[in-house]
């Protein structure tokens, strides 16, 4: 199993930036097809990007040309550069794994944008 601990969200003026982290556990990383989702009070949730091993890219329309998807496979870790930051942007965030059509969630970090 995959186990995921996001960080880096919390509070920013609109027009802001922000980093978030997930972190893996183990050494299923590097065969992992990873991505960020996004979770607004009584909505679904909602892809924002992901990226593959071998780095291709995919992005929400709302977020392309605001945020970039990365991964650092020595430091097992998923990064999602958050640029240009809306009010609209504000949501729970969660990190998710997917080995073999198995998926795994992380727990969440919140990111409020004000105006």
């Known amino acids: 199993q995959v186990q995921l601990v996001e960080s880096g969200g919390g509070l920013v003026q609109a027009g802001g930036s922000l980093r978030l982290s997930c972190a893996a556990s183990?050494?299923?990383?590097?065969?992992?097809?990873m991505s960020w989702h996004l979770q607004a009070p009584g909505k679904q949730r909602e892809l924002v990007a992901s990226?593959?091993?071998?780095?291709?890219?995919n992005y929400a329309d709302s977020v392309k040309g605001r945020f970039t998807i990365s991964r650092d496979n020595t430091k097992n870790t998923v990064y999602l550069q958050m640029s240009s930051l809306r009010p609209e942007d504000t949501a729970v965030y969660y990190c998710?794994?997917?080995?073999?059509?198995?998926?795994?969630w992380g727990q969440g970090t919140q990111v409020t944008v004000s105006s």
């Open positions: 998710k794994s997917r080995i073999v059509g198995r998926d795994s």
């Open positions: 990226i593959a091993v071998n780095g291709f890219t």
């Open positions: 183990g050494r299923s990383f590097n065969i992992a097809y």
